[in-house]
T-cell receptor, first 113, second 113 residues
């Protein structure tokens, strides 16, 4: 049973445009969400997170939106740059509870110059 | 600051062989974990530890053994390697608090023939 779903295996956008990566979750107990970025032959690195008490968190070019009623979050990258080309993982956790961070399968973003 | 260090980076085993993947962190993190990444499967938690002497199972623990004798080290042992254990393995650590971000090592590419 996949609790965190990233239904788009890949996404291709032009440099300068917006990239939108989507993530859905099924476990209503999840209340903290994180995005990680992974380049080939490297470990994932933390990008941005959001708590369920918020519906938006922004950090420079990266914004994460959370829609709790739809159990959906999205990562917006504006403007997209070729260096953003990577695999993006969505992850979810339960605050004050589980030690087990659950990851989605990832979306490979390609930003074309 | 080295962060999370994994060795070896690459390993080829024959079915039935045993080996230990090493992981060390120098950030004084209490929490450490092991993930495996397979194509189309995302990151799946194998085992984790919340401190020296304390370990617990993740989503896919079978065939793996862990121990935590020091805060710094969290080795992952493959008892009798199987082709299904061919994967990329990542060690990760974080500070106290379930919403602290995970820091990942650069990974170990393991092939079991």
């Amino acid at each position: 049973d996949q609790q965190v779903k990233q239904n788009s295996p890949s996404l291709s956008v032009q440099e300068g445009r917006i990239s939108i990566l989507n993530c859905d979750y099924t476990n209503s107990m999840f209340d903290y969400f994180l995005w990680y970025k992974k380049y080939p032959a490297e470990g994932p690195t933390f990008l941005i997170s959001i708590s369920s008490i918020k519906d938006k968190n922004e950090d420079g070019r990266f914004t994460v939106f959370l829609n709790k009623s739809a159990k959906h979050l999205s990562l917006h990258i504006v403007p997209s740059q070729p260096g953003d080309s990577a695999v993006y993982f969505c992850a979810a956790n339960v605050q004050g509870g589980s030690e087990k961070l659950v990851f989605g399968k990832g979306t490979k973003l390609t930003v074309n110059p | 600051n080295a962060g999370v260090t994994q060795t070896p980076k690459f390993q080829v085993l024959k079915t039935g062989q045993s080996m230990t993947l090493q992981c060390a962190q120098d950030m004084n993190h209490e929490y450490m974990s092991w993930y495996r990444q397979d194509p189309g499967m995302g990151l799946r938690l194998i085992h984790y530890s919340v401190g020296a002497g304390i370990t617990d199972q993740g989503e896919v623990p079978n065939g793996y053994n862990v121990s935590r004798s020091t805060t710094e080290d969290f080795p992952l042992r493959l008892l009798s390697a199987a082709p299904s254990q061919t994967s990329v393995y990542f060690c990760a650590s974080r500070g106290w608090g379930v919403n602290e971000k995970l820091f990942f090592g650069s990974g170990t590419q393991l092939s079991v023939l």
